[in-house]
C-alpha cells in the first residue's frame, strides 16, 4: 500500500492537552509513521498506510471524532449494478472516504469524507478515470467546515449571553453588597441570608446545568480517563466553589462555624468569563483564516464556455481542460488557460503580490482567480480544479499553516504535563492552607484559583496561530512556504545565496550600450544590424531586433559564417554583424572602438560589432540586464543582517561585474551544478546556515542543499519541487518578503510563548497565595478566571498583528532604462 499524506478536520479540540491525545490516539493506529495536530486550524496531518476506518475510530474513541463532509458527483456511462460497484470501490478506495453510495437511477454518487481530506473535483477524476465521466456537483466541502466553525461561535455566544444574564443578579447582589453596606443589610432585612443564598443556588446551578455543562460533558470523563485536559480544571474548580456552598447552604454543620460561607459568585462568574474568552477566542481565531478565505473567494462560481457552437454560462466545476472559454472586460479569470484571441491587461496582484497589470495576447498564460482588464479574451483552459495555480496555492498554504516547528517542541513536551500538574498543585495548596493557613474557605478559594487560572489553551496557541495568519499573509505577498519549517529556518539563516541568470538578472540578453564609430549615427547601424538579423535566432539577434523595434527593412543575400556572424545586403549595403574575431578576419581596422570594446569586456558585456562596406560602423553592447529593484532588495536584506552571495555558471568576469553593480563581495563564479551545492556547504563552514535563491534546474541540487531554498516562481518546475520556499512573483523583494514573514512570524511566536509561559511561572503562585503570608494577596477566583481567559485572547490577538506586514513593492519606474553611451 502506498505512503498516503491525508489531512482532515478534528472536532473537540478545546486546548494543546487534547492536540497531544489527539496525537497521540492516531499515532497508536497500525501503520501511522507520523501524525500532527494543529489547535489552531483544528487539522490533522497523518501519514502513512493507516486505513481511513481506523483514524475516524481511534479519534472517536479518544473523544475528538473527525468531521465530515459530503459530496455529489453526477456519473455518466453506468448502464448497471456491477458499473455502480465498480464507481463505489473506486470511490471508497480513496483515502479519506469514509463511505460511497452511487444511485444508479438518478446517476450520482454521495461520499461521505474525512472534511478537508479531498476535493470533490478529485473524486470526479478518479471515476472519470474508471471509465465514467463525472462532475461534482457542488463543492460544499469547504462551506461546511465554515458552517461548522460558525455554529460554533454561535453556540458559544448563545450561551455566554444565558449564562451573563443568570450570574449579573448574584455578581451584582454579592459585589454589590461588599462595596456597599447598606445594600447588604437591605438584603438580609428584606430576604434574608438563607433565602438568598437559595437564590445564589439555584442561579448559579442553572448556569452550571446549561451553558457550563460543556465543561463537564468534555473534562469530567477525560478525567476519569486519568487524562484531564482544560475542561477538567474548570469543571474541578467550578464543582469545589459549588459544592462547598451547597453544604454551607444546606449542611451548614459539617464545616467549621468560621468557614460556613458561600462561593456561588465565584463558579457562576469563573463559567461566564471563561465562556466570554472562548468566543472572544472563537472569533478571533476566525479571522486568523482570512487569508485562506480570501484565496477561496478568487474563484469565481460561473464561466462562459464555448459548447456545441453556442457561448453558455456553466458553473466552474463542470469547464474541463481543453474547454473553450469568453471573458469579459473587468471579469475575474475562472480556470488557467492561455489566450487563443484579444488583447487585455490583467490584474494578477492578487496572485503575485505585483501591483502593475500584464498585458496578455495570444498565447499567454491566464491564471483562475486574477482579473481581466478592459480587453475581452477567449482562451483555452490548461488547468482545472485541483490542478489550477490558484488551487496549489491554497494547498500550500493550508500545509504550511499545519505545520510543527522545532520551537513548539518546549511548549508541547509542557503542555502534556501540563494539567495533572496542576492538579496536582491545586491539592498541595489546599493541603498547605489546611495546615498553616486561617482555615478551610481560604484554602478552597486558593485550590480553585490553582485550577482556574493555569492557561495551558496560550501554549497550545502561541504558535499555531502565528504560523496560520503569517502564513496567510506572505501567501498575499505572493510568498508561499512549500514546507512550514522553513519559517523558522529562514530566520535563522546568515548568507543568502542568488543564482544570476532568471535571479538576479532577467535571464535574456538586452542591448546594455552602444558606440558609433566617427561618421555612423548609432540608430541608423542598429537598424541596419536588426534588419540584417531578422532571420536569425541566435539570443543577441533578438535583442538587437527588440532595441530597433519595427520597421526593419529587407536583407538579401544573407550568409550565417558560423561561430563568427552573419553577412548580407541591406539597402544596397553591405553589412557585417559579429564578434571581434569576425571583424579581424575580415581585415577590417578595429581601431576607432577600442576603447569601447575595453570597456564592454571589463564589465562581463558581449560585443556586438557592426561594419558597412568593410568600415567598422559601431559596437553593441549586449548583456543580460539586472533586475529593476534587485540592488533595492539586496540593500534591504542586508539591512536585515545578511551576507549576500553570488553563485553561478557564467564567466568570472560577468559574474564580478554584476556583483560590483549589486554591491556583493562574495562570488563563485563558473561553477557546474554539482560545484553549486559545494558552493553552498562552503558559504555554510564559512558564515554559517545559508539560504540559496534559484530557478533553473541547475539550480536544483543547490537549492535541496541549502537550509532553506528560495525558488522563483517563473523558474522550471524542477526548481520549484526542490525549494522550501516559493517566490510567485519571480522578482527578488519576494526573497525579501519572504525574510520579513520569517523574522515576523518568529518574533511573534517568541513573543507569544514568553507570555503563556510568564503567565503562568507568574500567576500560578499568585493564586495559591505564596504571598499572602507577607502582603495579605489571595486573588479571587472571578480575577483567576478572568485573567485565565484573556490569556488565551492575548495571544491570538497578538498574531492577528501580522495581517498587518507590508510588502515590499518593485520600483515599477526602473522597469525602463535608458541605454547608456560605452566610452568611445
Known amino acids: 500500500m502506498a505512503r498516503e499524506i491525508l489531512r482532515f478536520e478534528v472536532t473537540k479540540l478545546s486546548c494543546a492537552g487534547c492536540v497531544g491525545r489527539a496525537e497521540r490516539a492516531l499515532a497508536a493506529v497500525p501503520g501511522v509513521t507520523d501524525a500532527r495536530v494543529n489547535l489552531a486550524t483544528r487539522m490533522a496531518q497523518v501519514e502513512g498506510t493507516a486505513a481511513t476506518d481506523a483514524l475516524r475510530s481511534a479519534l472517536q474513541t479518544a473523544g475528538y471524532p473527525a468531521a465530515q463532509s459530503h459530496h455529489r458527483l453526477t456519473i455518466q456511462g453506468m448502464s448497471c449494478a456491477s458499473c455502480a460497484g465498480r464507481v463505489e470501490r473506486a470511490l471508497t478506495a480513496v483515502p479519506g472516504v469514509l463511505e460511497a453510495r452511487v444511485n444508479l437511477a438518478s446517476e450520482t454518487a454521495e461520499i461521505t469524507a474525512m472534511?478537508?481530506?479531498?476535493?470533490?473535483?478529485?473524486?470526479?477524476?478518479?471515476?472519470?478515470?474508471?471509465?465514467?465521466?463525472?462532475?461534482?456537483?457542488?463543492?460544499?466541502?469547504?462551506?461546511?467546515?465554515?458552517?461548522?466553525?460558525a455554529a460554533e461561535t454561535r453556540t458559544l455566544k448563545r450561551d455566554l449571553t444565558i449564562a451573563a444574564a443568570l450570574t449579573l443578579p448574584v455578581f451584582l447582589g454579592v459585589m454589590g453588597s461588599h462595596l456597599i453596606p447598606?445594600?447588604?443589610?437591605?438584603?438580609?432585612?428584606?430576604?434574608?441570608?438563607?433565602?438568598?443564598?437559595?437564590?445564589?443556588?439555584?442561579?448559579?446551578?442553572?448556569v452550571l446545568l446549561w451553558p457550563g455543562q460543556r465543561f463537564f460533558r468534555i473534562g469530567l470523563p477525560l478525567l476519569a480517563k486519568g487524562a484531564p485536559d482544560m475542561n477538567s480544571l474548570v469543571a474541578l474548580g467550578t464543582l469545589a466553589a459549588w459544592g462547598y456552598s451547597t453544604v454551607a447552604l444546606f449542611a451548614p454543620t459539617l464545616l467549621p462555624q468560621a468557614s460556613r460561607d458561600v462561593y456561588f459568585e465565584a463558579a457562576a462568574v469563573i463559567v461566564t468569563l471563561i465562556l466570554l474568552g472562548r468566543f472572544l477566542e472563537a472569533r478571533a481565531k476566525g479571522r486568523t483564516g482570512a487569508a485562506i478565505r480570501r484565496l477561496v473567494g478568487l474563484r469565481p462560481d460561473s464561466a462562459r464556455v464555448e459548447r456545441d457552437g453556442a457561448v453558455i454560462e456553466l458553473p466552474v466545476d463542470q469547464v474541463v481542460a481543453g474547454d473553450i472559454l469568453h471573458l469579459r472586460p473587468g471579469e475575474r479569470i475562472a480556470v488557467d488557460g492561455a489566450v487563443l484571441t484579444g488583447r487585455s491587461y490583467v490584474d494578477e496582484s492578487m496572485i503575485t503580490g505585483e501591483p502593475v497589470p500584464v498585458e496578455k495576447l495570444a498565447g499567454a498564460g491566464l491564471v483562475a482567480g486574477t482579473v481581466n482588464g478592459s480587453g475581452a479574451l477567449t482562451f483555452r483552459a490548461t488547468a482545472v480544479g485541483a490542478d489550477t495555480m490558484l488551487a496549489r496555492i491554497i494547498a500550500l498554504v493550508e500545509d504550511a499553516q499545519g505545520a510543527r516547528l522545532p520551537v513548539q517542541a518546549l511548549a508541547d513536551r509542557v503542555v502534556r504535563w501540563f494539567v495533572p500538574a496542576v492538579i496536582a498543585l491545586a491539592v498541595l495548596t489546599v493541603l498547605a492552607w489546611l495546615?498553616?493557613?486561617?482555615?478551610?474557605?481560604?484554602?478552597?478559594?486558593?485550590?480553585?484559583?490553582?485550577?482556574?487560572?493555569a492557561c495551558p489553551c496560550a501554549m497550545g496557541l502561541a504558535t499555531p496561530t502565528s504560523i496560520m495568519v503569517g502564513t496567510g499573509r506572505a501567501a498575499e505577498m505572493g510568498v508561499l512556504f512549500r514546507k512550514g519549517d522553513a519559517l523558522q529556518r529562514l530566520d535563522e539563516i546568515k548568507v543568502i545565496a542568488f543564482d544570476k541568470t532568471g535571479t538576479l538578472t532577467e535571464g535574456r540578453p538586452e542591448l546594455a550600450a552602444s558606440v558609433a564609430a566617427p561618421g555612423f549615427d548609432t540608430g541608423q547601424v542598429l537598424a541596419l544590424a536588426a534588419s540584417a538579423e531578422q532571420g536569425s535566432e541566435h539570443p543577441i539577434a533578438r535583442a538587437l531586433e527588440r532595441a530597433a523595434g519595427p520597421g526593419l527593412m529587407q536583407a538579401t543575400e544573407t550568409e550565417a559564417i558560423p561561430g563568427h556572424g552573419l553577412r548580407a545586403v541591406v539597402d544596397g549595403k553591405i553589412v557585417l554583424v559579429g564578434a571581434p574575431r569576425l571583424m579581424i578576419r575580415e581585415g577590417i581596422d578595429l581601431a576607432p572602438l577600442a576603447a569601447a570594446l575595453d570597456s564592454m569586456q571589463a564589465k562581463g558585456q558581449t560585443p556586438a560589432l557592426v561594419a558597412i562596406d568593410g568600415r567598422i560602423a559601431a559596437g553593441f553592447a549586449v548583456a543580460d540586464r539586472i533586475k529593476p529593484g534587485a540592488r533595492a532588495a539586496l540593500d534591504a536584506l542586508r539591512a536585515r543582517g545578511l551576507e549576500?552571495?553570488?553563485?553561478?555558471?557564467?564567466?568570472?568576469?560577468?559574474?564580478?561585474?554584476?556583483?560590483?553593480?549589486?554591491?556583493?563581495?562574495?562570488?563563485?563564479?563558473?561553477?557546474?551544478?554539482?560545484?553549486?551545492?559545494?558552493?553552498?556547504?562552503?558559504?555554510?563552514?564559512?558564515?554559517?546556515p545559508v539560504a540559496f535563491c534559484g530557478d533553473g534546474i541547475n539550480d536544483a541540487p543547490a537549492l535541496a542543499e541549502a537550509d532553506v531554498g528560495l525558488a522563483i516562481g517563473t523558474g522550471t518546475d524542477v526548481a520549484i519541487e526542490s525549494a522550501d520556499v516559493v517566490l510567485v512573483s519571480g522578482e527578488l523583494s519576494g526573497a525579501v518578503n519572504a525574510v520579513t514573514a520569517s523574522q515576523s512570524v518568529m518574533r511573534n511566536i517568541r513573543q507569544n510563548l514568553f507570555w503563556a509561559f510568564g503567565y503562568n511561572v507568574a500567576l500560578i503562585p499568585v493564586a495559591a497565595g505564596v504571598f499572602y503570608p507577607l502582603t495579605g494577596w489571595l486573588l479571587s477566583p472571578m480575577l483567576a478566571a478572568g485573567a485565565m481567559a484573556l490569556s488565551?485572547?492575548?495571544?491570538?490577538?497578538?498574531?492577528?498583528?501580522?495581517?498587518?506586514?507590508?510588502?515590499?513593492?518593485?520600483?515599477?519606474?526602473?522597469?525602463?532604462?535608458?541605454?547608456q553611451e560605452a566610452p568611445a
Open 182 to 206: 447598606a445594600l447588604h443589610h437591605w438584603i438580609n432585612g428584606t430576604i434574608g441570608q438563607t433565602a438568598w443564598w437559595a437564590m445564589q443556588f439555584v442561579l448559579t446551578t442553572l
Open 792 to 819: 488565551s485572547v492575548f495571544v491570538v490577538s497578538n498574531a492577528l498583528r501580522l495581517r498587518a506586514m507590508s510588502p515590499m513593492q518593485d520600483q515599477p519606474g526602473a522597469r525602463t532604462r535608458d541605454l
Open 115 to 149: 472534511a478537508g481530506a479531498v476535493e470533490p473535483a478529485q473524486l470526479a477524476q478518479i471515476v472519470t478515470a474508471a471509465g465514467y465521466p463525472a462532475s461534482p456537483v457542488a463543492d460544499h466541502a469547504r462551506a461546511e467546515t465554515e458552517d461548522r466553525r
Open 644 to 688: 549576500i552571495a553570488l553563485i553561478t555558471g557564467d564567466t568570472r568576469a560577468t559574474a564580478q561585474a554584476i556583483a560590483a553593480e549589486l554591491g556583493i563581495t562574495h562570488v563563485e563564479a563558473e561553477v557546474l551544478p554539482e560545484g553549486k551545492l559545494e558552493a553552498v556547504k562552503h558559504l555554510r563552514g564559512r558564515f554559517g
Open 435 to 453: 495546615a498553616f493557613g486561617p482555615g478551610l474557605s481560604f484554602a478552597l478559594v486558593a485550590g480553585v484559583c490553582v485550577l482556574i487560572i
